[in-house]
């Protein structure tokens, strides 16, 4: 939300842009529930005020991309609030009622509950998480083979030599061809 100041003067304070932290783009987002900060790696949402206080508490909960298991999502409707809540193994989640999903991510401590108006920025902060998320989950590219020196090759055609694997001729022609510029 932009204040009357900011809006007057043309600027957008910092709470509501992406801003450097390390090098990192940070995305601050400030929703019903609470507010939740991004820096590519952790995800840590924030509790404030009374609101919290008679909710699920007041404080700060950080976990790193690597524990998220699953984001769900709900939009905010005309008349609904819509959430983010975040999935982590070993928590306990439990499946709302019918028509009680939004009023059920109040009580929990992985969730920010947003309005309409907040949702552009949640969006965004949506799919940065879901990009970390999968830059996280894929396969690593193998180390490559490193090649054998031409000492290491002139041993193992010796041992083969040794054990009469190779005869005279064929050991000095491999040689030869191990050393050849």
């Known amino acids: 939300?932009?204040?009357?100041?900011?809006?007057?003067?043309?600027?957008?304070?910092?709470?509501?842009?992406?801003?450097?932290?390390?090098?990192?783009?940070?995305?601050?987002?400030?929703?019903?529930?609470?507010?939740?900060?991004f820096d590519g790696q952790f995800v840590t949402i924030t509790r404030k005020g009374i609101g919290a206080r008679l909710t699920v508490g007041k404080g700060e909960k950080r976990l790193h991309v690597s524990q998220i298991s699953a984001m769900q999502w709900k939009p905010a409707g005309l008349m609904v609030n819509g959430f983010i809540q975040f999935t982590v193994p070993g928590?306990?989640?439990?499946?709302?009622?019918?028509?009680?999903?939004?009023?059920?991510?109040?009580?929990?401590?992985?969730?920010?509950?947003?309005?309409?108006k907040q949702q552009a920025e949640f969006e965004k902060l949506r799919g940065a998480i879901d990009a970390a998320i999968a830059a996280q989950r894929q396969p690593q590219a193998p180390a490559a083979a490193v090649a054998p020196s031409v000492a290491d090759?002139?041993?193992?055609?010796?041992?083969?030599?040794?054990?009469?694997?190779?005869?005279?001729?064929?050991?000095?022609?491999?040689?030869?061809?191990?050393?050849?510029p």
């Open 1 to 37: 939300m932009r204040s009357s100041i900011s809006a007057r003067h043309g600027f957008t304070p910092w709470h509501d842009a992406p801003h450097q932290q390390g090098g990192l783009n940070m995305i601050e987002v400030k929703g019903h529930t609470g507010e939740i900060q």
């Open 91 to 116: 928590g306990t989640e439990r499946r709302s009622a019918f028509g009680s999903q939004t009023s059920s991510a109040v009580q929990d401590e992985n969730s920010v509950v947003f309005t309409r």
């Open 153 to 180: 090759e002139l041993t193992k055609l010796a041992q083969l030599h040794q054990q009469g694997l190779l005869t005279d001729a064929e050991f000095a022609q491999q040689k030869a061809r191990l050393l050849a």
